[in-house]
């Protein structure tokens, strides 16, 4: 089975389009949260996934900002005034299936967990290092956990001693093996790893295997209807630079 793995869509329904048409042919596709905030078009972005039927789709915490689930104190100010918009501006159709969405599914396939964070706090922790990452080890049962969040690909690998942080290469079959392993492929609407193509990845179950892929998509676009909205101005840069 070929499963699109996507997270951090984030309102940015160029850069979703573009993963769509870079990706092909697949049988399923796992949303790992946060399909909405920061960007522009959240009602766009909820409708594009859900016309894609054939989903597992989770909650992130900007989902959950949008839905009044989380304090905005929590957020810093570029991303609670976004939240404020997105709030206002979902249809209602569109708050009711971010509602229903989960921050956590699994196991899939048998082998694979799903959480928007961790598996230690799915909506807010970030694994972001090896340490974050041997806190969640032993806190998923499956072989492989699936996580977003950072908007940074890669992979952390469970050894004996402290995991190993790897970044497959691009465009390459990446073999999953007999290690545990954290799996995060990077965000489509906003990179946070110095590289502003949309970030996904493609899983096969069968053959075992993960391949990486960056697309570029028309970013100005983006920022256009961005400007258009009254996002705040850094979130808007941000996405020139993938940081």
Known sequence: MRILLISDIHANLAALNAVLADAGSFDRVWCLGDLVGYGPEPNECVERVREL????????????????????????????????WTRQTLTADNRA??????????????????????PRQPIWEYILDETVAAANFPLFDTPFCLVGHTH???????????????????????????????????????????????????????ALTITYRRVEYPI???????????LPPRIIARLSYGW
């Open 152 to 206: 940074v690909p890669v992979i952390y690998a469970e050894t004996a001693d402290r995991p190993l942080a790897l970044l497959p290469p691009e465009n390459h079959p990446f073999a999953l093996g007999g290690q545990r392993l954290i799996i995060n492929p990077g965000s489509v609407g906003q990179p946070r790893d110095g590289d502003p193509r949309a970030s996904y990845a493609l899983l096969d179950t069968d």
């Open 220 to 230: 100005e676009a983006t920022q256009q209807k961005m400007v258009a909205a009254g």
């Open 53 to 84: 039927r054939r989903y597992q789709c989770l909650a992130g915490n900007h989902d959950w900002a949008a839905l009044g689930k989380l304090d905005l104190d929590d957020f810093n100010t570029d991303a609670r005034l976004a939240a404020l």
């Open 97 to 118: 299936f971010l509602d229903a969405r989960l921050a956590a599914i699994g196991p899939l396939e048998d082998r694979f967990s799903l959480v928007h964070g961790s």
